[in-house]
């Protein structure tokens, strides 16, 4: 995973619309309606509550970035955990019923509709060694349930409905019940 570096929500908003860009026309360089079309995409308005969110929160805003990642829920099924730092470049496909209480998520991750990145157990106190950390260039597919202090490796891919309970390495292609490599990428 990349090094954090400080949060600016506007540089990392600038990041998530230039990647929902290149994934949705194949290309950084969009301007005019479809540019204006991506910043009001059900695609990227969660993200930029998620982001708002997380902002509110490290301005010690606790109850204000609740409110916002509650409005987040309501209005496109996802809840996020306001403190989980993601990296630049989150891309949502799809929303509903995604719940990303992660330990943190690396740059330029895919998540798709109905994943569970979350502890095992109720934890309340949030403890790293109970919630997933997610790598670079993750792609998490439909339904999937990423549970425990497991850690996804960068560049690597969950399928569908795959349930991860072990860290699964970098570049590798993981899936089943419960999930396992089933090939190396590249």
Known sequence: ?????????????????????????????????????????????????????????????????????????????????????????????????????AWSIGENVTIFQGVTLGAREVDFS???????SVGDGVTIGSGAKVLGGVTLGSGSRIGANAVVLESVPASVVAAGIPARVLKKIG
Not at 26 to 52: D, H, K, M, Q, Y
Not at 126 to 132: A, I, K, N, T, V
């Open 1 to 101: 995973m990349s090094a954090p570096e400080k949060f600016r929500l506007l540089t990392y908003l600038a990041a998530d619309l230039r990647r929902a860009q290149v994934v949705m026309h194949g290309s950084e360089n969009v301007s005019g309606f479809r540019l204006w079309a991506g910043l009001f995409s059900p695609r990227l308005i969660p993200v930029v509550l998620c982001r708002t969110a997380h902002s509110l929160y490290r301005l010690k805003l606790g109850p204000l970035a609740k409110g916002v990642s509650l409005l987040n829920f309501f209005l496109f099924g996802i809840e996020v955990a306001v403190r989980c730092p993601i990296g630049k470049g989150l891309f949502l496909p799809h929303t509903q019923g995604t719940v990303i209480g």
């Open 126 to 132: 949030y403890q790293e060694s109970s919630r997933p």
